[in-house]
């Protein structure tokens, strides 16, 4: 029987093939590649709000990858992240309006490899939003270093969420849901910023990764702030603590500092722990 972890690995690795693939068909890699998750190339950000800059870096069936550097001034100057494995993340707090450039490097045992990008989102202004990869989105939240994701001890009866807004008007047609070890029907839930209920939905799956759609789809409105959730009885969920240090931006949604939600008993989720992410998806429609 397959574990539910490997699911979400095998999960995890599909979305790093969609990023990575391009760079990957018909060459030859001497070095690891980078690639980043967030902020979505393009996108707009707060100015003084702290960004958390995170991607993956692959050095094919070997491995091998011992750290990632980011260059903001043309690769004059390199600083370390903070990296595990395949993943890396580094905070950044914008200072001003305009552009924000970036290179990313990669290192293994053997090589380093060349300056990767260059990268680029907006802090301030009124950019237009970038482009989507897909009609469809359904939010693939990335992994982090040396934050994994925990089945929950807690048993008791909680309420668990994302807040989270979007960079353009469209719909919330359902959502993804990583389980714990509760094996129940999922009741999935999205509200207005103020609690007001916009929709609900029943899943009956036990998987360890849970799709659902709401019975109808429910428009949203470009940078108004909604909370997508669903309501554990018996506690047993999924989190990971110190997920949401920083904002995200995965376009077309935007995810501020201490984007984790939930609520005891049920009901709309405002509570927030350690930064905590609950691993909740919302699925967004254009059309």
Request: with cysteine; glycine share 10%; charged share 15%.
């Amino acid at each position: 029987m397959i574990d539910p972890r490997d699911v979400k690995r095998i999960l995890a690795v599909a979305a790093a093939l969609l990023l990575i693939g391009p760079l990957l068909t018909g060459t030859a890699q001497a070095a690891p590649v980078t690639a980043v998750y967030t902020p979505t190339h393009g996108s707009t950000v707060a100015v003084g709000v702290p960004v958390l800059i995170a991607g993956t870096a692959v050095n094919g069936e070997s491995g091998d990858v011992t750290g990632v550097e980011i260059s903001f001034d043309d690769g004059r100057t390199w600083l370390p992240t903070e990296h595990h494995n395949e993943s890396w993340l580094h905070h950044y707090t914008p200072v001003e309006p305009g552009p924000v450039t970036y290179h990313l490097r990669a290192s293994s045992s053997r090589d380093v490899s060349e300056a990767y990008g260059p990268y680029e989102f907006f802090a301030g202004g009124t950019a237009a939003p970038p482009a989507l990869r897909c009609p469809y989105c359904t939010l693939s939240l990335p992994w982090l270093p040396n934050r994994p994701e925990r089945d929950d001890p807690d048993q008791a009866a909680v309420e668990l969420g994302l807040r989270l807004s979007f960079d353009r008007a469209g719909y919330v047609a359902g959502a993804m849901v990583h389980r714990g070890t509760y094996t129940g029907p999922l009741t999935v839930h999205l509200w207005s910023a103020t609690g007001t209920l916009l929709a609900e939905t029943v899943s009956g799956s036990d998987t360890a990764v849970s799709y659902v759609r709401f019975p109808n789809r429910v428009p949203v409105a470009a940078g108004q702030e909604y909370v997508v959730s669903y309501f554990a009885p018996v506690g047993g969920y999924a989190s990971t603590e110190d997920y949401f240090s920083a904002a995200m931006v995965i376009a077309p949604y935007t995810m501020g500092r201490a984007a984790g939600v939930y609520s005891y008993g049920g009901g709309f989720p405002t509570e927030t722990w350690h930064d905590s992410n609950y691993w909740v998806h919302p699925t967004f429609e254009l059309t």
